[in-house]
C-alpha cells in the first residue's frame, strides 16, 4: 500500500542511466530541455540532469558517481530504467515520523542530503509494492 501523503505533488521521476549525455536524447526528442546543471551528490554516489515536465514534476536521469554508490549497484543488477518517484513534502522529518508510526520501512533513519539541497529519504520498495518512494523537503530557495 502506498502512503498517504496530502500535502505533496509529484517532484520528480527518477531514471537510472549509464551516461547521462546519452539517455537525455530520448527526452530531448520528445521535447524535454535538460539544464545544463549537472550535479554530483557524493553522499549518494550520483551525477543529475533535471528537465521539467511541468510546473512542479521534472526527470532526472542518475548517473553513477563512483564505483560504489547505489545506481551503480542498481544498474549492474537491472540495468537502466526507472529508478525511484519522488513526492516533494512540506516535513520530511513529520512524514517520515507518520510513515514509521504507518508500519512502513525507511531507508535512512534519519533524511539525507539529496539533489538541489533537499532533505530526502527513501521508503523501501518491500513497503509500498515494489516502487522505491523518495520523500524530500526543499531546503533554501529550491
Known amino acids: 500500500m502506498i ?3 496530502n500535502d505533496s505533488v509529484l517532484d520528480h521521476i527518477a531514471i537510472a542511466v549509464n551516461s ?3 539517455a537525455k536524447k530520448t527526452y530531448e526528442d520528445l521535447g524535454f530541455t535538460f539544464s545544463e546543471e549537472r550535479e554530483v551528490v557524493k553522499e549518494q554516489g550520483v551525477t543529475t540532469a533535471f528537465a521539467k515536465i511541468d510546473h512542479t514534476a521534472n526527470i532526472e536521469l542518475l ?3 563512483g564505483e560504489n ?3 551503480h549497484k542498481y544498474l549492474d543488477k537491472k540495468g537502466p530504467g526507472v529508478h525511484h518517484l519522488c513526492f516533494r513534502v512540506d516535513d520530511v522529518k513529520e512524514t517520515c515520523a507518520d510513515l514509521k508510526k504507518k ?3 525507511l531507508l535512512n533513519e534519519e533524511p539525507v542530503k539529496g539533489a538541489h539541497n533537499c532533505l530526502v529519504n527513501f521508503i523501501h520498495p ?3 509494492g515494489g516502487v522505491l518512494i523518495e520523500v524530500s523537503q526543499a531546503q533554501g530557495d529550491h
Open 3 to 5: 502512503p498517504d501523503l
Open 20 to 22: 547521462i549525455d546519452v
Open 63 to 65: 548517473e553513477p558517481y
Open 69 to 71: 554508490g547505489p545506481i
Open 103 to 105: 508500519g512502513y520501512i
Open 126 to 128: 518491500k513497503s509500498t
